[in-house]
C-alpha cells in the first residue's frame, strides 16, 4: 500500500510541475505518434506493392503473348505457364528482390486456357490468368497492427490476357527510333541500392564464361579500365569498338573485378542484343526501320531511318558520352516528328507494308534540367496519341528521382522500366525486342 502511496505522490509532482508535463506527456504521445507514422508507411508500401505485382503480372503476360505471337506452330498449356512463371519472376525482380520474386512467382496461381482455331492453318489462342499474392511484413514501428497480431498484410493482383493466334497475317512493319541519354552521367558505372554495378555484372559473366576476353596495353602489364579499350563486362558479350587483336588477353573474370564499364557500354550491349534479334528474324531487312538519337542538353547526333540494321551497329559502336547536361524535348520531338511523318509511311508502303507499327524507345539515366519534364511531356502524349508506343527505361536511377513519374507518365501504359543492374538492362531490350518481333517474324514473304 505504501509503494501506490509513493507512486501517486510522484504523479501529482510531475503533473504540478512544468518539467513533469513535459515528461508525461512525452511518454504518452511520443509512442502514438511513432504508431500514427508507422502505420503510415505501412500504407503507402500497401500501395506500392500492390502496384508492383499487378504491374508484374500484367507484364508477365505481355512478354508471354509477344512470346507466343512468334510461334509457328502450337505448344502445350504447361510449357505456356512456365514461360509465364519465368516472365513474372524477372519483372517481379527489381521490386522485390530475388528471393521474394522466386517465391511469389512459384506460388502464383497460373491458368491457361487453350482455344482451338477453327479456320486450317490457324494457331490456337490461349487465355492466361495470372493470380500472384505476397505477404508485406509489417514494419516494426506499426503498433496498432502488431497489437491485433498481425506482422503481415496480404496482397494479391488477378491479370487476364488472350495470347497467340492467327498465322501468316496481313504483311506488317516496324518503325523504331532509339532515343538514348549521353549526358555527362553516362560516362560514370551504373550504380545500384548497393553501390557501383561492375562487380554484379561479373559475377553474371561467371556465370556464362569464367574467362572475359578484354583488351591490355602494349606492354601486357595491366587491364585498361576506360570504357573507349574495355570489350565487355556482361553477357551477351559484345565489342564495342575496333581494336587491334594483338591487344586482346582472355583472362579471368575475378581479375578484372575493378574494372568500371560506364553506363554508355553497357547501353552498346543492350542495343546490340536487341539488333541481333532482329537479325534472326526472317526478311528482317524488308519489315523493319530503325533511327537513333542521342541527347545531352541538345541533341548530339542522329543516324537517320533506313532499313535494317547496319547502320545502327555502326552508329553504336562509336557512341561515347558528351559530358553534357541533360534536356530529351528536342530528342523525343525529333523522333516524333520522324515516326509521325506521311513519307514514313509512303516508304513502307513501297514495299507492300501496308499495316505499320511504331515505336519509341526512350532511355535516360537522369533527370531532365529544371523544366525540361514540362516541354518532353507533351511531345509523349502527342505521339502516343498518333499510335506509336513508347517503352521508357529508366537506367541507374536514384530511389527517390523524380525521373521515375516523368518516365512512367511518358512511357505508354506499362511500358516503364526500371532498371538497376546492367544484366537487367541487357534483358529488357530482349524483352522489348520480343514485343517488336512479334509484328514481323511471322510473316510471309
Request: a neutral charge; aromatic letters at 10%.
Amino acid at each position: 500500500m505504501q509503494f501506490y502511496r509513493q507512486v501517486t505522490c510522484i504523479l501529482k509532482l510531475l503533473m504540478q510541475s512544468s518539467k513533469g508535463n513535459f515528461l508525461f506527456l512525452t511518454a504518452v504521445i511520443l509512442p502514438v505518434m511513432i504508431g500514427i507514422v508507422g502505420f503510415a508507411i505501412d500504407v503507402v508500401n500497401v500501395m506500392y506493392y500492390r502496384y508492383a505485382l499487378q504491374a508484374a503480372s500484367d507484364r508477365a503476360i505481355l512478354t508471354t503473348n509477344a512470346l507466343l505471337s512468334s510461334k509457328e506452330t502450337n505448344i502445350s498449356e504447361q510449357k505456356i505457364k512456365e514461360i509465364v512463371q519465368n516472365n513474372l519472376e524477372f519483372n517481379l525482380y527489381h521490386d522485390f528482390g530475388q528471393n521474394d520474386a522466386q517465391e511469389i512467382s512459384q506460388d502464383a496461381d497460373i491458368a491457361v486456357t487453350r482455344y482451338v482455331a477453327k479456320k486450317k492453318g490457324a494457331l490456337d489462342s490461349y487465355r492466361i490468368v495470372v493470380q500472384p499474392d505476397y505477404d508485406m511484413p509489417i514494419n516494426p514501428f506499426s503498433f496498432a497492427m502488431r497489437f491485433l497480431g498481425k506482422e503481415y498484410v496480404s496482397l494479391a493482383t488477378y491479370s487476364e490476357g488472350v495470347a497467340g493466334g492467327v498465322k501468316n497475317q496481313e504483311s506488317q512493319s516496324v518503325s523504331l527510333e532509339l532515343v538514348v541519354d549521353v549526358s555527362g552521367s553516362m560516362r560514370y558505372p551504373p550504380i545500384d541500392k548497393n553501390g557501383y554495378d561492375y562487380t554484379h555484372c561479373f559475377s553474371d559473366a561467371k556465370m556464362v564464361d569464367p574467362m572475359l576476353e578484354v583488351v591490355i596495353d602494349p606492354q601486357g602489364e595491366k587491364i585498361f579500365s576506360t570504357d573507349r579499350y574495355l570489350i565487355t563486362s556482361c553477357n551477351p558479350l559484345y565489342y564495342p569498338g575496333v581494336i587491334d587483336g594483338s591487344k586482346l588477353k582472355r583472362v579471368r573474370a575475378s581479375e578484372v573485378q575493378k574494372t568500371a564499364a560506364a553506363k554508355v557500354v553497357f547501353l552498346r550491349d543492350a542495343v546490340f542484343g536487341l539488333v541481333r534479334h532482329f537479325d534472326s528474324l526472317e526478311n528482317s531487312a524488308e519489315k523493319i526501320r530503325m533511327g537513333a538519337v542521342a541527347f545531352d542538353g541538345t541533341v548530339k547526333s542522329k543516324s537517320p531511318m533506313n532499313w535494317g540494321t547496319k547502320h545502327i551497329k555502326d552508329y553504336f559502336i562509336n557512341l561515347e558520352s558528351t559530358g553534357g547536361s541533360t534536356n530529351s524535348t528536342p530528342a523525343l520531338y525529333s523522333a516524333y516528328k520522324m515516326l509521325s511523318a506521311a513519307q514514313e509511311d509512303l516508304i513502307h508502303k513501297a514495299k507492300n507494308n501496308q499495316n505499320i507499327k511504331k515505336y519509341i524507345i526512350f532511355l535516360t539515366d537522369g533527370e531532365n534540367d529544371p523544366g525540361f519534364n514540362e516541354t518532353s511531356i507533351p511531345i509523349c502524349k502527342a505521339a502516343k496519341a498518333k499510335g506509336i508506343r513508347i517503352f521508357a527505361i529508366g537506367f541507374s536511377l536514384e530511389a527517390l528521382s523524380t525521373a521515375h513519374k516523368f518516365l512512367t507518365d511518358c512511357a505508354s501504359p506499362g511500358d516503364y522500366y526500371d532498371v538497376a543492374r546492367a544484366l537487367e538492362l541487357s534483358r529488357v531490350f530482349q524483352n522489348i525486342a520480343s514485343i517488336v518481333s512479334s509484328q514481323v517474324n511471322r510473316l510471309t514473304k
